[in-house]
């Protein structure tokens, strides 16, 4: 059975991070740090953010991790007065400055760390403690498991600003909700409280808002003491039976069930089954 006693946690990034690291047993908690302007984000966040899961992943004792933001907001989008995307003032237009080109942007800072966080080797768990708007809003919903509070709420901003959803939002809406709903909060931007967002199936699970940090904590160490193997593989199964026929689904299922049949996992898992005990889970 993997460690998933919490522990105190020790300070794991500088003090001026905009990303916290905590470890609690086997759980490593990442929370979004620049409440004041509602956790938006920054290249110097999401750096902060590629790098903390890229060290996860690589880290065999993490079995777990849990993305949350600091203060009233989960996260607010990108920052909009970062200087790498502000448009020009009219002085600066006048003077010839050509607007920034924000596909850098997405190329080399939001891609890198959203193909990072939809492939982690362990579940990763959004906990939404307050708003999360455009790109903070796909952000958690790319997430494996989204808990909610029930105060907060998620808006498909971009449209406001007239850009189309990214962090991932064209492909993930219309696979967790269909596309009349994802055209719905796309193009309309409107804020969807947690518990609609629950109802339509956007999410996993809308909490009482002082609930959140116990019932997400229950859950982390709870998925951190299952196989965790099986549990990322089903992750990929599920997205990859997106582009596939029944047939092609039923031959990656079989391939999957050989291969993880093999594994330590089954042989304790049906083991501990069979001797009326609790399972003792490592692979990863
Ligand atoms: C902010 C922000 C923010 C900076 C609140 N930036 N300061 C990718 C690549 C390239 C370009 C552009 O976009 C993207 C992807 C995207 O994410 S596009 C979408 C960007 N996000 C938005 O458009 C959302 C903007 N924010 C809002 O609409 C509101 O703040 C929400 C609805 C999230 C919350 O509203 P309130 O609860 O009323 O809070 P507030 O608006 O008063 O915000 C509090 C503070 O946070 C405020 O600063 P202040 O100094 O006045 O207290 C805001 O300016 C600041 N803030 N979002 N994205």
């Not at 999401?46 to 009233?72: I, K, N, P």
């Not at 967002?197 to 229950?218: F, K, M, Q, S, T």
């Not at 047939?247 to 083991?271: C, I, M, S, T």
């Amino acid at each position: 059975m993997p460690d998933v006693t919490p522990e105190p946690s020790a300070p794991s990034a500088a003090p001026e991070s905009p990303l916290r690291l905590e470890r609690a047993g086997a759980v490593l908690t990442l929370t979004l740090d620049r409440p004041a302007v509602l956790n938006s984000l920054t290249t110097e966040l999401l750096r902060a953010l590629f790098l903390a899961l890229d060290a996860a992943a690589e880290d065999r004792s993490v079995r777990c991790v849990v993305l949350t933001g600091a203060g009233r907001a989960f996260c607010a989008g990108q920052d909009l007065a970062d200087p790498a995307i502000s448009p020009p003032d009219e002085a600066a237009r006048a003077s010839g400055a050509a607007p920034k080109d924000i596909g850098h942007l997405l190329a080399h800072f939001y891609r890198p760390m959203l193909l990072r966080l939809r492939s982690m080797p362990v579940p990763v768990i959004a906990a939404v403690n307050g708003v999360a708007a455009g790109a903070g809003a796909n952000l958690a919903l790319a997430c494996d498991l989204v808990v909610a509070a029930r105060s907060a709420s998620f808006i498909q901003a971009f449209s406001k600003i007239g850009l189309v959803p990214d962090c991932g939002g064209t492909w993930l809406l219309p696979r967790a909700v269909g596309r009349a709903r994802a055209l719905g909060l796309a193009m309309l931007g409107e804020r969807l409280p947690a518990v609609e967002a629950e109802r339509i199936g956007l999410i996993w699970r809308c909490v009482d808002d002082a609930e959140l940090v116990d019932e997400v904590g229950a859950l982390a160490a709870r998925l951190a003491a299952m196989p965790t193997r099986a549990l990322v593989e089903t992750r990929r199964a599920l997205d990859a039976a997106q582009q596939t026929d029944l047939a092609g689904a039923l031959d990656h299922e079989q391939a999957l069930q050989r291969e993880l049949g093999f594994a330590h996992d089954y042989q304790e898992g049906v083991a501990a089954f069979m001797a009326r005990r609790a399972p003792s889970f490592s692979d990863r």
